[in-house]
């Protein structure tokens, strides 16, 4: 279950034993979540105020699901509240963000970001903050496809007075964005009794709330167009909301002030940096701003251009890459979004370039800090997997420093990729030696599927079973194998053999090879299925079931996993004085980081290496499988 469910009679009696948080930690936990000790103090007392609030509105067989897990994130609801609407004796469900705040004012006159005393940083306002949960609910539980109106949400800042946060309750309220506090605790009860019966028990409505279907998550590129040319956008949730109204914040300081600044987006896989990319991107054009689209990858900005760019040179044009920078005015655009900043290099210079062009280049990030008065840099710092590549937080943030120009950080912990599993992203991290820990068994956490495949004929065989079912899905590899160049006929080479099965690399070019698709459509055109994609391909895109092929450069030995820099066949490697065995060693750990994390629903695992592949069995042991319902 991703809540922790009792009844609101069952919540009080656990308060005044005093061994709620100890039950809510449990839950938590084994959901695959640490809990902190502020996590505990807060449960202690936030919902204790809410228990014995349910309590004096008579609510007493209302259902609590506290600490709700939203579908295909890993971001939690403080409570979602069950019950019977007592006019229409339709389910009805509360959303409750309870929050100990004392003192809250406006960031900047923002109307969108507060500022919090003793809190470092600014925090998105919690009208905001719970009105998205409930357009999340809605986009996404097919219980509530037909009846949005179902679903109410308010803050209750139960430490607070009205002079303290007055500036709160600024922003207009709606049935979903409601603000409480202590000093307004009788219209909280009002609030509650109107849109729960007391007399009506909330077991039924809470069962068809947990067990309710899931439509897939909206992937990015299909969903692009409609981003950017209809404003029918997604939902950002909490601090990928912070990041996007940070750079509105940002970007209009700069036209009143004359002024620059750097904004930086630090998350993992599927945290959602390239919603917010594209987000903003559809915003900024919508007020005017100029503003442009940036990544370091050629099927990345290839794709966003077939499906966002459809039917639209100008669109098109929107989307250019990192080296495209290197004579650009200085502050010639408001906005620059660098997705995949991840994958910025030393210098723009290629053999393409110009020779009066290479003489005193810059630095490539110079070029793009010098290009707009807001550069924006969106990242994941375990996904650099090519030599050369240094786009990370503390390059940026000091090179922004040395240049005199305010950066603000912003960290996206929410996964909305990998089922939306954390779990499943520290397994994989503590597995190839990049998250600081040891190898751990994966038990399941009931969001994402993973398993280890004995020969590759399995592997291609559960996948091609499910892209059969209409899902997608796509085979990956460690580069360890040569990359052919296609044959005279116009067929691909198996270059990927392991005993006695093989299949081609997907296609080297952007042209299609028979009813192969060129490299940059290989994650996205149904075709692709059939070709191993390599790192440089799969990057950046998502798929619902993902199998990987762990090739010879990653193998384990003694209880741990060891690589071999000379398994691996891209040419870049080659130079043990350009590129040093332990950033060989360290580039080669990020390449398998990427590919095991591009499934959303799930991952099988294939070692060529028989010990290897001993090695991972024994660390999948699944006594939790694949629990989501999806439609």
């Known amino acids: 279950m991703s809540a922790f469910r009792v009844s609101a009679a069952g919540l009080l009696r656990l308060a005044m034993e005093g061994s709620l948080a100890d039950r809510v930690a449990e839950q938590v936990w084994m959901s695959g979540h640490g809990v902190s000790p502020a996590e505990r103090k807060s449960w202690s007392r936030s919902l204790s105020v809410l228990a014995q609030d349910l309590a004096d509105a008579g609510l007493h067989?209302?259902?609590?699901?506290?600490?709700?897990?939203?579908?295909?994130?890993?971001?939690?609801?403080?409570?979602?509240l069950a019950g019977v609407h007592p006019e229409t004796g339709e389910d009805s469900f509360v959303v409750i963000e309870l929050k100990q705040w004392s003192y809250a004012v406006r960031y900047e006159d923002s109307d969108t970001l507060v500022d919090v005393e003793h809190v470092s940083?600014?925090?998105?306002?919690?009208?905001?903050?719970?009105g998205d949960y409930c357009q999340y609910l809605t986009d996404f539980l097919g219980l509530l496809a037909e009846h949005r109106n179902t679903v109410r949400g308010a803050v209750?800042?139960?430490?607070?007075?009205?002079?303290?946060?007055?500036?709160?309750?600024?922003?207009?309220?709606?049935?979903?964005?409601?603000?409480?506090?202590?000093?307004?605790?009788?219209?909280?009860?009002?609030?509650?009794?109107?849109?729960?019966?007391?007399d009506k028990p909330g077991a039924l409505a809470a069962d068809r709330f947990l067990n309710s279907t899931v439509r897939p998550s909206r992937h990015l590129l299909t969903y692009a167009a409609r981003e950017l040319k209809e404003r029918s956008h997604f939902t950002l949730l909490d601090e990928q909301r912070v990041a996007y109204e940070l750079v509105l914040h940002?970007?209009?300081?700069?036209?009143?002030?004359?002024?620059?600044?750097?904004?930086?987006?630090?998350?993992?896989?599927?945290?959602?940096?390239?919603?917010?990319?594209?987000?903003?991107?559809?915003?900024?054009?919508?007020?005017?701003?100029?503003?442009?689209?940036a990544t370091g990858s050629k099927s990345f900005t290839q794709t966003l251009r077939r499906y966002a760019g459809k039917g639209s040179p100008r669109l098109k044009n929107m989307f250019l890459y990192f080296n495209s920078f290197m004579t650009a005015d200085r502050n010639g655009i408001d906005v620059l979004i660098c997705d995949e900043a991840h994958r910025i290099r030393e210098t723009s210079v290629n053999?393409?370039?110009?020779?009066?062009?290479?003489?005193?280049a810059r630095a490539q990030l110079e070029e793009l800090l010098a290009a707009a008065r807001v550069p924006v840099f969106l990242l994941d710092e375990h996904q650099v997997v090519k030599p050369g590549e240094l786009g990370n937080v503390d390059i940026i943030t000091a090179y922004a420093k040395r240049l005199n120009l305010e950066i603000d950080v912003v960290s996206l912990h929410d996964q909305f990729r990998c089922g939306g599993s954390e779990a499943y992203e520290q397994w994989v991290l503590s597995l190839l030696g990049l998250g600081g820990g040891k190898p751990t068994t994966w038990v399941g956490d009931g969001?994402?599927?993973?398993?280890?495949?004995?020969?590759?004929?399995?592997?291609?065989?559960f996948l091609a079973t499910k892209q059969a079912a209409g899902e997608t899905a796509r085979m990956t590899a460690g580069y360890c194998w040569p990359w052919s160049d296609p044959r005279s006929d116009g067929t691909l080479v198996d270059d990927v053999k392991v005993g006695g099965w093989s299949r081609p690399w997907n296609v080297k070019s952007d042209r299609s090879v028979g009813d192969a698709p060129g490299s940059p459509f290989w994650a996205t055109d149904p075709n692709g299925f059939g070709q191993v994609g390599c790192v440089y391909t799969a990057q950046g895109f998502e798929y619902e079931w993902s199998g990987v092929i762990v090739g010879p450069d990653l193998v384990a030995r003694d209880g741990r996993l060891v690589t071999n820099r000379d398994e691996f066949k891209d040419p870049n490697f080659r130079s043990r004085k350009t590129v040093s065995d332990s950033e060989a060693d360290r580039l080669i750990r990020n390449t398998y980081k990427v590919l095991m994390t591009r499934g959303m629903r799930g991952t099988i695992l294939y070692a060529a290496d028989p010990e290897t592949r001993a090695f991972l069995a024994d660390?999948?042991?699944?006594?939790?499988?694949?629990?989501?319902?999806?439609e």
């Open 61 to 80: 067989d209302v259902e609590v699901l506290v600490e709700y897990q939203l579908p295909l994130t890993s971001r939690r609801i403080d409570a979602v």
């Open 121 to 130: 940083g600014p925090r998105l306002h919690p009208a905001i903050q719970v």
């Open 156 to 198: 209750y800042l139960h430490n607070a007075v009205d002079r303290d946060i007055a500036e709160l309750f600024e922003r207009p309220a709606t049935e979903q964005s409601r603000i409480f506090n202590k000093q307004r605790r009788g219209d909280f009860l009002e609030y509650l009794c109107a849109s729960l019966a007391a």
């Open 250 to 293: 940002a970007v209009e300081r700069a036209r009143a002030a004359d002024h620059k600044s750097v904004v930086v987006v630090s998350g993992g896989p599927g945290s959602g940096k390239s919603v917010i990319a594209l987000s903003l991107l559809g915003e900024l054009a919508r007020q005017g701003r100029s503003a442009l689209h």
């Open 351 to 360: 053999r393409f370039t110009r020779s009066a062009q290479r003489q005193g």
């Open 447 to 461: 969001r994402f599927d993973l398993r280890i495949a004995e020969t590759p004929e399995e592997m291609e065989s």
């Open 619 to 630: 660390l999948v042991h699944v006594h939790r499988g694949l629990e989501t319902v999806y």
